[in-house]
Protein backbone atom coordinates (compact mmCIF):
# COMPACT_ATOMS: atom_id res chain seq x y z
CA UNK A 1 0.00 0.00 0.00
CA UNK A 2 1.15 3.12 -1.05
CA UNK A 3 2.17 6.10 1.61
CA UNK A 4 -0.72 8.28 1.57
CA UNK A 5 0.08 12.12 0.71
CA UNK A 6 0.15 14.48 3.64
CA UNK A 7 -1.56 17.97 3.52
CA UNK A 8 -0.88 20.28 6.38
CA UNK A 9 -2.94 22.77 7.40
CA UNK A 10 -6.38 23.75 9.24
CA UNK A 11 -9.15 22.00 7.51
CA UNK A 12 -11.57 24.58 7.30
CA UNK A 13 -9.13 26.92 5.88
CA UNK A 14 -9.92 27.65 2.23
CA UNK A 15 -6.53 26.88 0.68
CA UNK A 16 -6.52 23.60 2.66
CA UNK A 17 -10.14 22.65 1.17
CA UNK A 18 -9.09 23.11 -2.32
CA UNK A 19 -6.41 20.88 -1.97
CA UNK A 20 -8.58 17.98 -0.05
CA UNK A 21 -11.51 18.83 -2.69
CA UNK A 22 -8.83 18.18 -5.43
CA UNK A 23 -7.59 14.47 -3.27
CA UNK A 24 -11.07 13.58 -3.02
CA UNK A 25 -11.84 14.09 -6.62
CA UNK A 26 -9.12 12.06 -7.44
CA UNK A 27 -9.33 9.38 -4.83
CA UNK A 28 -5.56 9.90 -3.85
CA UNK A 29 -5.24 8.83 -0.13
CA UNK A 30 -4.18 11.41 2.22
CA UNK A 31 -3.71 12.15 5.70
CA UNK A 32 -4.65 15.39 6.98
CA UNK A 33 -1.78 17.17 9.85
CA UNK A 34 -3.89 19.75 11.38
CA UNK A 35 -2.28 23.23 12.04
CA UNK A 36 -3.19 25.21 14.90
CA UNK A 37 -2.51 28.75 13.68
CA UNK A 38 -3.56 30.22 16.63
CA UNK A 39 -0.64 28.44 18.51
CA UNK A 40 1.74 29.79 16.02
CA UNK A 41 2.54 25.71 14.95
CA UNK A 42 2.61 27.07 11.05
CA UNK A 43 5.38 29.22 12.50
CA UNK A 44 7.28 26.68 14.16
CA UNK A 45 10.61 25.60 12.80
CA UNK A 46 9.92 22.05 11.80
CA UNK A 47 6.54 23.07 9.70
CA UNK A 48 9.13 26.20 8.38
CA UNK A 49 11.14 23.33 7.04
CA UNK A 50 8.21 22.23 4.91
CA UNK A 51 6.38 25.59 4.14
CA UNK A 52 9.02 28.87 4.10
CA UNK A 53 6.56 31.41 4.54
CA UNK A 54 4.87 29.60 7.47
CA UNK A 55 1.15 29.65 5.78
CA UNK A 56 -1.03 26.73 4.77
CA UNK A 57 -1.58 24.32 3.07
CA UNK A 58 1.64 22.92 2.89
CA UNK A 59 2.16 19.08 0.93
CA UNK A 60 4.26 15.98 1.17
CA UNK A 61 4.35 13.19 -1.63
CA UNK A 62 7.29 10.86 -0.89
CA UNK A 63 10.55 13.14 -0.81
CA UNK A 64 8.23 16.07 -2.75
CA UNK A 65 7.32 19.08 -0.93
CA UNK A 66 4.65 21.99 -2.08
CA UNK A 67 3.01 24.82 -1.12
CA UNK A 68 0.56 27.13 -2.36
CA UNK A 69 -2.85 25.59 -3.32
CA UNK A 70 -3.18 25.73 -7.09
CA UNK A 71 0.00 24.59 -7.38
CA UNK A 72 -0.41 21.22 -5.46
CA UNK A 73 -3.86 20.80 -7.31
CA UNK A 74 -1.68 21.09 -10.42
CA UNK A 75 0.43 18.92 -9.55
CA UNK A 76 -2.10 16.24 -7.91
CA UNK A 77 -3.93 16.11 -11.37
CA UNK A 78 -0.97 15.06 -13.69
CA UNK A 79 1.06 13.18 -11.22
CA UNK A 80 -2.63 11.18 -10.44
CA UNK A 81 -3.68 11.85 -14.20
CA UNK A 82 -5.21 8.16 -14.23
CA UNK A 83 -6.85 8.24 -10.99
CA UNK A 84 -10.41 9.53 -10.07
CA UNK A 85 -11.51 12.41 -11.74
CA UNK A 86 -9.83 12.53 -15.34
CA UNK A 87 -10.83 15.51 -16.57
CA UNK A 88 -10.92 17.33 -13.54
CA UNK A 89 -7.56 19.59 -14.92
CA UNK A 90 -9.23 19.58 -18.81
CA UNK A 91 -7.98 17.48 -21.51
CA UNK A 92 -6.78 19.42 -23.68
CA UNK A 93 -4.68 23.30 -24.07
CA UNK A 94 -7.65 25.34 -24.78
CA UNK A 95 -9.77 22.99 -20.91
CA UNK A 96 -6.66 23.66 -18.90
CA UNK A 97 -6.03 27.32 -20.07
CA UNK A 98 -10.01 28.44 -19.44
CA UNK A 99 -9.26 26.46 -15.72
CA UNK A 100 -6.14 27.77 -15.21
CA UNK A 101 -8.02 31.39 -15.76
CA UNK A 102 -10.38 30.85 -13.12
CA UNK A 103 -8.06 29.29 -10.64
CA UNK A 104 -5.59 32.45 -10.63
CA UNK A 105 -8.32 35.32 -10.79
CA UNK A 106 -10.24 33.55 -7.39
CA UNK A 107 -7.03 35.45 -5.88
Known amino acids: MATP ?3 YGP ?5 VSRVLACL ?3 DVQFQLISINMSKGEHKSPDF ?3 QPFGQ ?3 FQDESTS ?3 SRAICRYL ?5 EKGNKGLYGTNPLAKASIDQWLEAGG
Not at 11 to 15: D, G, N, V
Not at 77 to 81: I, L, M, S, T, V
Open 5 to 7: VKV
Open 11 to 15: PLSTA
Open 24 to 26: LEK
Open 48 to 50: LKI
Open 56 to 58: VPA
Open 66 to 68: LFE
Open 77 to 81: CEKYA
